[in-house]
């Protein structure tokens, strides 16, 4: 099948990515000394680093004026597998606070740098390394844990980011962490939490009714990242065209996912902007469902700045294609 040759040649450059990024890492960690930064003066500003940009918005609404903060991911990127650039070790190295997802969402890429970066203040275990997950309960835990056929997902889901609840809790996550390394900042890290909880909560109200036209309906999306958002909003996540998280679909595994959707009446694919648009365009031909592009971070899309524009947008996204659908069917 043309569809899945191209699929793989995608991937086995990937691949190749990797170990020019491995050599990268090398020649970077030649040139990098022992993190020299003095501990953080009352008044100053932590230097944070986030694995992703939904981490950023979260960390500058809690820190305020109390931390510079920049994301290591941008919006478009695959969260498993983002592209290593010269400029992430001395970010790192000089890093006050980490914050990251956790659930190894970005073990294949972070870990690495982490252990070589030169600063024990950002290890895991250690007071700067905030893993934003603790608080979280996640869902769908695999009952083998095991990497083992490239399973990216072996702690559990780790897109918990797209249930704005989890949201508050992941917030929580990091007022916590930026306590542990700038005490004194605790009642303002404190108080914006509060702030952040209540416009998630007051937004939270305005999407349920946005979504409620959507209660009910199965999609089918490329990568396992849609469970959290699907029950906050009362959608059935009926299937994906990976086989596994990371392991890319057979001709066999696409045909039985066709025949599932015709026979189920399933009328709407999620398409993630970092996936290629083909398979689920012929999915979705092949079914007659439509195809809605689902962001699973901040930035992924144009205008998608903020957390809340990252809820909105997927909303408005499936709502679009819903309509659309009935548009069609009305004809
Ligand atoms: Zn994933």
Request: glycine share 8%; proline share 7%; hydrophobic share 40%.
């Amino acid at each position: 099948m043309d569809l899945l040759r191209e699929t793989n040649r995608g991937r086995s450059v990937s691949l190749r990515g990797c170990v020019y990024c491995l050599l990268l890492i090398l020649v970077l960690c030649a040139n990098l000394g022992m993190s020299g930064r003095p501990p953080i003066e009352e008044g100053g500003r932590l230097q944070v680093v986030t694995s992703i940009p939904d981490l950023a918005n979260f960390t500058m609404r809690i820190g305020g004026d109390l931390v510079d903060v920049q994301s290591l991911a941008k919006g478009l990127e695959d969260p498993h597998g983002v592209p290593i650039k010269p400029s992430f070790l001395p970010k790192l190295n000089q890093a006050d606070v980490l914050v990251v997802m956790g659930l190894q969402n970005e073990h294949a890429w972070l870990r690495a740098l982490i252990d070589v970066a030169r600063n024990p203040r950002i290890l895991p275990g250690n007071p700067g390394y905030i893993d934003s997950s603790v608080k979280v309960s996640p869902k769908q835990i695999p009952q083998v844990l095991s990497r083992r056929d490239g399973d990216l997902h072996p702690l559990g889901n780790p897109h918990f980011n797209l249930d704005p609840v989890n949201a508050k809790l992941m917030a929580g996550a990091i007022a916590e962490g930026l306590e542990r390394v700038y005490p004194s900042g605790k009642g303002i890290f404190q108080e914006n939490l509060k702030e952040f909880e209540n416009e998630i909560d007051a937004q939270l109200t305005v999407w349920l009714k946005l979504a409620a036209p959507l209660k009910g309906l199965s999609f089918i999306s490329y990568h396992q990242d849609t469970i959290y958002f699907a029950e906050r909003f009362g959608l059935k996540e009926a299937g994906h065209i990976e086989i596994r998280p990371g392991v890319e679909p057979t001709q066999r595994h696409l045909v039985e996912l066709v025949e599932k959707m015709k026979r189920e009446h399933i009328q709407l694919v999620l398409r993630e902007p970092y996936f290629s648009e083909q398979l689920p365009n012929w999915v979705a031909e092949e079914t007659g469902a439509r195809v809605a592009k689902f962001l699973i971070m901040v930035g992924g899309a144009p205008g998608v700045q903020t957390y809340e524009d990252l809820i909105t947008f997927n909303l408005e996204s499936l709502l679009a294609a819903v309509q659309s659908r009935n548009d069609q069917s009305n004809d």
